[in-house]
């Protein structure tokens, strides 16, 4: 089986795939302090509650915004599976031709995720990742990787809120009965939830402008769903665009899974 690992600044997503197939998937926090034996442990028991062993992983390949975390990954799938992963980096495949202005800055998450939209939607297509930042990628009709646009994140914004000021709560995401709240609880929902998706109708409209009106929408990352509900612009939810994004890399460069 492949082990994809996503390490994100806030979340690492790990998935495993038998074939083409993801079997199994799991979600956890990053925790720039853990060691390698201590995220081993964590993922030791992760396959093991899927009745799994460490043998079961025949390969790794990984995806890192977070180049602490990218060694301590590397070393753990080196003592405890027995593999050198394939890190997506400069130097491997990925079937996007990057026409950014540094390509080497460019993430390795947005990277996938472009790749696998690609493969998987076509092109031109905008792919919006709710995560710790919320990104706008633009791809174009021949697969080409233009650039995007940067925001924070709709948990980011949240908690700055909270952190920021002396008398608004810390809120979780549920969507309010509707836009004028009656109470600050809702009043911060509604400019939250539904501040964000004017901010994707917005960007949506302005890289259509620059891609053609043929141009696909295409969401991923934990809040996705939620945002997808309110506005008919995005097109496609793909909660794991990126663990499938990372088999097609995979299989670009180590053959077929």
Request: glycine share 10%.
């Amino acid at each position: 089986m492949l082990l994809c690992i996503d390490i994100g600044n806030t979340n690492i997503v790990l998935g495993l795939y038998q074939g083409q197939e993801l079997r199994t998937h799991w979600r956890i926090n990053t925790d720039h302090d853990r060691m390698p034996d201590e995220y081993a442990m964590l993922v030791m028991n992760l396959l093991g509650h899927a009745g799994l062993s460490s043998a079961a992983v025949e390969d790794v390949i990984i995806a890192s915004v977070v180049p602490p975390l990218t060694d301590r990954f590397r070393e753990l799938v080196e003592d405890y599976f027995h593999v050198e992963p394939l890190v997506v980096g400069v130097g491997v495949k990925t079937g996007v031709d990057i026409r950014y202005d540094r390509p080497q800055e460019v993430g390795a998450d947005r990277v996938v995720n472009v790749a696998a939209a690609y493969r998987l939607y076509g092109g031109p297509a905008c792919i919006v990742d709710f995560g710790t930042g919320t990104t706008f990628d633009a791809l174009s009709a021949r697969g080409e990787y233009l650039g995007g646009a940067i925001a924070p994140g709709v948990r980011v914004a949240a908690e700055a809120l909270f952190q920021r000021t002396a008398r608004l709560p810390r809120i979780d995401l549920q969507r309010p009965p509707k836009a004028i709240g009656s109470n600050t609880v809702d009043a911060m929902r509604s400019g939250i939830l539904f501040g964000y998706v004017g901010l994707v109708e917005g960007m949506v409209t302005r890289f259509r402008r620059e891609l053609g009106e043929e141009m696909r929408v295409i969401a991923t990352g934990g809040l996705a769903q939620i945002i997808a509900k309110e506005t008919p612009v995005i097109e496609h939810v793909d909660i794991w665009l990126t663990l499938k994004g990372l088999r097609l890399i995979y299989d670009l460069n180590r053959g077929a899974a």
